[in-house]
């Protein structure tokens, strides 16, 4: 879905932040890579540094190796999209996503995937045994 027209963003945003978005863009290509993606239902997401509290999570929409570096969503902890964008972002990821960044300052990157064997296990009655 996505079409590939993200303007960068690399003189638009801070040296730090820049590398959290290089470095977060990369980890979605890799995860894609592994077959750890569940199409465009999981997410990650990256503290961007700085005191206010915001985060960059994937666009919805997109699959895990289309994701830039300039088209990761920056958020704030409210939901807010904090930068100017044409896309948007999935509100059930927002959700668990601004639950973490929240409660553990020291979470620099969140993951939450679907892959085969976690959902071969929670599938099970028993779960994790």
Partial sequence: MADGTSPSLKSRVSEAEWAVRVELAALYRLVALHGWDDMIFTHISARVPGPEHHFLINPYGF??????ASSLVKVDLEGNIVQETTNFINPAGFTIHSAV??????AKFVIHLHTVNGVGVAAQREGLL
């Fill in 101 to 106: 960044h929240a409660a553990r300052e020291d």
């Fill in 63 to 68: 699959y895990f190796d289309e994701i830039t």
